[in-house]
């Protein structure tokens, strides 16, 4: 950071110079005011160009700024959004009955592929919303690289958990190995819980969220 710093002063620095240095010449050399004035006019603009350019930096970093924390602020919502509706579909195809708060959620991480397997029933229609919801982890994901919003892990997380949910209609529609089903379902957990421990603030509103539809328990 410190060369790039270094880099792009480099210019202003030579241009400050310049005109000083013009400015000097124009008083002790040049006696022609006509000259004299045209140096001069020179040496203000040389002189004038770091500070032109340093207010539009300035002023572009205020924009890009607030841009990155609406964006920020937009794709926060969006995941969030998007995670409810996985969780919501896990409990109604695991057959949940209790109200799904973040801690009874997290318990499913404890939960065996052969218990998931024996739950586990899904429906065409919640085949066609999780179609959707690994659409939308995809597009928060593009949006997300072009302001520099989520961190390296937190994109490998909505990655890995966008491929788990591939993986899983792609077995479910096509193989129908239950099993293989089911651990595809203990990963997408997974990934939800790792989401949940890597974005602290981005899931912060996750949990006064979370359904509370009453439906056995966990």
Do not use: C
Request: aromatic share 6%; hydrophobic share 40%; net charge positive.
């Amino acid at each position: 950071m410190l060369k790039n710093l270094l880099l792009k002063t480099i210019p202003y620095i030579l241009s400050v110079i310049g005109g000083i240095t013009l400015f000097l010449i124009s008083l002790d050399k040049v006696r022609n005011p006509n000259v004299s004035g045209l140096i001069d006019n020179i040496a203000a603009s040389l002189l004038s160009i770091p500070l032109v350019f340093l207010l539009y930096d300035y002023t572009n970093y205020r924009i890009s700024r607030q841009v990155n924390r609406s964006l920020a602020s937009n794709i926060s919502d969006k995941v969030n959004s998007v995670i409810l509706n996985i969780v919501v579909f896990l409990r109604h195809s695991l057959g949940l009955k209790v109200n799904v708060h973040l801690e009874t959620f997290n318990k499913l991480q404890d939960w065996s592929v052969k218990k998931i397997s024996e739950r586990l029933k899904i429906t065409r229609s919640e085949m066609n919303n999780l179609r959707a919801y690994r659409y939308e982890i995809d597009e928060i994901i593009y949006r997300a690289s072009k302001g520099s919003v989520l961190t390296s892990e937190q994109e490998q997380i909505l990655s890995s958990l966008s491929r788990e949910i591939l993986h899983l209609m792609t077995e479910h529609n096509f193989h129908r190995d239950k099993t293989i089903v089911a651990k595809h379902v203990k990963n997408i957990i997974l990934r939800i819980i790792e989401w949940q421990d890597s974005s602290a603030t981005m899931s912060a509103g996750l949990e006064k969220d979370m359904p509370e539809e009453s439906a056995d328990g966990i």
